[in-house]
């Protein structure tokens, strides 16, 4: 009894301590303004990284939801001749919800686990602790300009998902089972807000770009230096930043759509 | 060599970001960046809106030439009070107009159709259509119906 109290406690203090060290890591890389000629390369190789080749799947995978949605939504909606609807219930729901998540997942699971998995290695073989010796901040030139990158992709990320969404779905929709095109974009244009529908999704990726890439950069700068440790880093990357992307997603909705 | 075509990889990402960004703001959202000029404001009393919303469409003769900006209810008479704002540049709207809740289709959305009507003026900023027709009910209408042929 008294022993699974003390486990209780040490997995917390453990739990907590992470949370710190994963917060002072955040405020130092964040806080590190780099020299822009060491750091402006550095982003941008990174950017190409996480973000000019994550393209593909997005692009694959969005293409694919918004034709599967246009499907689906077509078949119940014709049903009560009205069809036409198609084009709002595939925009609202990539929108507002399936880009950023689905964006977000996808990215977590190509991005997020590759970040996990390289700064784990460089830990292992001792690369950052090197880096220290020779009086370069690990975080300022390793974790920042990862993290940097991150956050600026996803977004992105999100939006080329949306719009290759819809235009899966205009695909389907329109050219293969003959929706008139007029309604399905007046619609789409009659439901979908800027301001209410677009701007809140693109703040929920920065949300989750910021999510995903700080737990991937923490758990690959603070995983125990050994093959294992670094299997077991990157598995807790891709299930964290999932599971904080499915509870971050209810929250900022409910906060944005549902009036609480 | 190979840093350029990173950053050129990076650089039409970002572009195509953007791209999107611009889509989804014109072709999704319908946001026209041309239409800043905010449109006139005139009013109408309705005895029931029925389903109508904020952001619903005015039309006159089923063309849209405005939309729907406010619905509160007018504490002195007990009715519905309407804000509609049309665009400039249909000016033709006349004082005697009437304005009708109809709907789109069985059981589509709810717009407002205005019939324009003969008089000299008219509507500027602030005017109130006085000839209202309220939103058909399909509840009363059943009532009504089934209340004709009980009396039958």
Not at chain 1, 233 to 254: C, P
């Amino acid at each position: 009894m008294i022993d699974q109290l003390q486990a209780l406690g040490f997995t917390g203090m453990n739990k907590l301590a992470a949370l710190g060290r994963s917060l002072i890591m955040l405020f130092h890389s964040i806080c590190a303004v780099p020299n822009p000629r060491v750091g402006i390369p550095l982003l941008v190789k990174q950017l190409h990284f996480v973000g000019v080749l994550s393209l593909i799947i997005i692009v694959v995978s969005g293409l694919f939801i918004g034709m599967v949605l246009s499907l689906q939504g077509y078949t119940i909606l014709v049903d009560y001749g009205s069809e036409q609807a198609v084009g709002q219930m595939v925009a609202l729901s990539l929108v507002r919800e399936l880009s950023p998540v689905v964006a977000g997942l996808l990215f977590a699971g190509r991005a997020g686990s590759a970040l996990t998995a390289e700064i784990g290695l460089m830990k292992a073989t001792e690369q950052l602790s090197s880096m220290e010796m020779i009086g370069v901040d690990p975080l300022r030139r390793i974790v920042a300009p990862r993290f940097w990158a991150g956050f600026i992709s996803l977004p992105l990320l999100t939006m080329i998902f949306s719009v290759v969404g819809v235009w899966g779905a205009l695909l389907v929709g329109v050219d293969w089972l003959g929706i008139y095109e007029g309604s399905f974009w007046a619609n789409m244009q009659a439901a979908v807000d800027f301001r209410t529908d677009v701007l809140n999704g693109i703040i929920k990726a920065i949300v989750f770009g910021f999510i995903v890439t700080w737990i991937a950069v923490f758990q690959g700068y603070d995983c125990i230096p050994t093959s294992e440790g670094i299997s077991q880093a990157t598995t807790k990357t891709v299930v964290y930043s999932s599971l904080a992307i499915l509870g971050m997603d209810f929250l900022l909705t409910a906060l944005m759509f549902g009036d609480l | 060599m190979r840093m350029r075509t990173i950053e050129l990889g990076v650089g039409a990402f970002i572009l195509a970001g953007f791209l999107a960004l611009m889509v989804l703001m014109i072709n999704v959202s319908g946001l026209s960046l041309s239409s800043n000029d905010e449109g006139y404001k005139i009013y109408a009393r309705f005895e029931n809106i029925g389903g109508l919303t904020v952001r619903s469409k005015v039309t006159i003769s089923g063309v849209a030439v405005g939309k729907v900006t406010d619905i509160s209810i007018d504490p002195d008479a007990i009715k519905a009070l309407v804000e509609m704002e049309i665009e400039p540049k249909y000016d033709y709207l006349t004082l005697d107009s009437s304005a009708s809740i109809l709907t789109a289709g069985l059981l589509g959305e709810k717009y407002i159709g205005i019939t324009v009507g003969a008089d000299e003026e008219m509507m500027a900023e602030g005017d109130e259509i006085e000839d209202t027709q309220s939103a058909l009910v399909l509840e009363e209408l059943i009532g009504k119906f089934l209340f004709n042929k009980v009396s039958e």
